[in-house]
């Protein structure tokens, strides 16, 4: 069982950026796509953002496209979401997950691991 630990949510006001990573323990995520999700309060869990197996394709939702970039290094075992531009509705806990599949996913059913999340906080 992999686990998934996410970090670098804060606090940054509209226009900001902020860096999300998620190091991964217990086994190699090398073979798998690894996926970004958000929840804001009384919403459902949202896809964000997706990586293949080896960082050669990349998905990303509409809302934030051209603001936000998902990396990965597979020799590090770690995921990074960076993300720009930052708006209020951006606001959410962000959640690190792991595919089932080579290929990324938009679908939350596709992942299989899930780390805790991180929150992020955009004020206007």
């Known amino acids: 069982q992999v686990q998934l630990v996410e970090s670098g949510g804060g606090l940054v006001q509209a226009g900001g950026s902020l860096r999300l990573s998620c190091a991964a323990s217990?086994?190699?995520?090398?073979?798998?796509?690894m996926g970004w999700f958000r929840q804001a309060p009384g919403k459902e869990r949202e896809f964000v953002a997706a990586?293949?197996?080896?960082?050669?394709?990349?998905m990303l939702a509409d809302s934030v496209k051209g603001r936000f970039a998902i990396s990965r290094d597979n020799v590090r075992n770690t995921v990074t979401l960076q993300m720009n531009s930052l708006k209020p509705e951006d606001t959410a806990v962000y959640y690190c997950?792991?595919?089932?599949?080579?290929?990324?996913?938009?679908?939350?059913?596709?992942?299989?691991?899930w780390g805790q999340g991180t929150q992020v906080t955009v004020t206007s």
């Open positions: 217990g086994r190699t995520l090398s073979t798998n796509a």
């Open positions: 990586i293949s197996w080896n960082g050669g394709v990349t």
């Open positions: 997950a792991e595919g089932s599949f080579a290929h990324p996913q938009s679908r939350p059913a596709d992942f299989r691991s």
